[in-house]
């Protein structure tokens, strides 16, 4: 059933048109339009700061679609001494990797906003502000979505048949599986799984998050910055083994909610991230992770569209996933957690 816009929407829509031409200097924000580089910038930063994730590894606008690496970070140790009687001084490489290159891809993120809602915002004085959180939400929700699941960039997206946008892009989980599989681990004993539990091929999710962080270069295992990344139904397993010993005690229960079991695990601080794949541990740093976009490529447009009852936000640029340093990121994935045997009478052995 076809929605009109009413008068009260239409005329709070148009206003935000024209602050919109103004904010980015052009005439009609309807027409497909450039972004200077510096408002670009500005707008990143604002869907950046849509998401405690995206603000805490790096997201920043290049110049270039392929290039050097930003954050090539040192390797390895750079102290020593010469005997210059001998022997001149040496600078010491340690920033070399397989890969230090990026490349970028044409990345569209259009966002339709039924007439409805926007009827229904028209009445709040911030309306061009709720409006635009809605757009730069959902383009930071699809960033993070990509980073995990991306696996390629088609020619043409399909979301039907790539509900995790796996065709989007490359993301940082793919590039490790490629890149480094000396330090992706699939599979344990049993072929196309690893297993947790009693049995398993770890005991625990403490055991499993050591374990992979044995994979990282070991000149980067102690500087004090590795974090544990840790998928949902692994941490719930853990938590429910919690409560089963410790849950009777109200002192231990509430402790085990205080913290929600995002503590420490295999003496790294762990945390749980949106969109994580649920059967999978990276360890990496924050900083580790980066996503880059070309700063001079940002395109935008906003237009009615009434015939299909809604308002369309367009925004275009080219974007990329980057692990800055391969030696410094580990992953354990496909792991299943093993339920407890039980007894004849259903209560556990």
């Not at 065709?167 to 799984?193: F, H, T």
Request: no cysteine; proline share 4%.
């Amino acid at each position: 059933m076809a929605y009109n816009l009413s008068n009260h929407g239409a005329k709070m829509y148009a206003a935000m048109q024209v602050a919109m031409a103004e904010t980015y200097g052009v005439d009609l924000s309807s027409r497909m339009f450039n972004v200077d580089p510096t408002i670009a910038q500005e707008l990143n930063d604002a869907i950046t700061a849509k998401s405690d994730f995206l603000q805490r590894i790096n997201v920043i606008g290049v110049s270039e679609i392929k290039g050097q690496k930003v954050f090539l970070g040192v390797s390895g140790p750079v102290t020593g001494r010469t005997n210059t009687g001998t022997k001149d001084r040496e600078a010491k490489d340690v920033s070399a990797l397989d890969s230090n290159t990026y490349e970028l891809s044409s990345t569209e993120s259009d966002v339709g906003m039924p007439y409805a809602k926007i009827d229904a915002w028209a009445k709040f004085p911030d309306f061009h502000q709720r409006y635009s959180a809605a757009v730069q939400r959902q383009i930071a929700l699809d960033r993070i979505i990509v980073g995990f699941h991306g696996t390629h960039a088609a020619v043409q997206t399909d979301l039907a048949a790539n509900p995790m946008l796996q065709d989007v892009n490359k993301g940082w989980l793919q590039q490790a599986r490629e890149q480094i599989p000396e330090q992706v681990m699939s599979e344990g004993a049993s072929a196309g799984k690893v297993t947790m539990g009693e049995g398993g091929d770890y005991a625990n999710l403490d055991a499993l998050v050591h374990d992979a962080k044995q994979l990282v270069d070991e000149r980067l295992r102690d500087g004090g910055d590795l974090i544990a990344i840790i998928g949902s139904d692994l941490l719930a397993a853990d938590k429910a083994k919690l409560y089963a010993k410790q849950g009777d005690t109200p002192t231990e229960k509430e402790r085990i909610e205080e913290a929600q079991v995002i503590a420490t695990y295999g003496g790294l601080p762990s945390f749980s991230v949106p969109y994580f794949p649920v059967d999978t541990v990276v360890v990496t740093s924050f900083d580790n992770l980066s996503i880059y976009f070309q700063d001079s490529s940002w395109r935008k447009q906003t237009i009615d569209n009434p015939k299909r009852s809604r308002v369309e936000d367009y925004n275009s640029r080219n974007e990329g996933y980057v692990i800055e340093q391969l030696e410094k990121f580990a992953m354990i994935e496909n792991v299943e957690v093993l339920t407890a045997p039980t007894s004849g009478n259903g209560g556990p052995q």
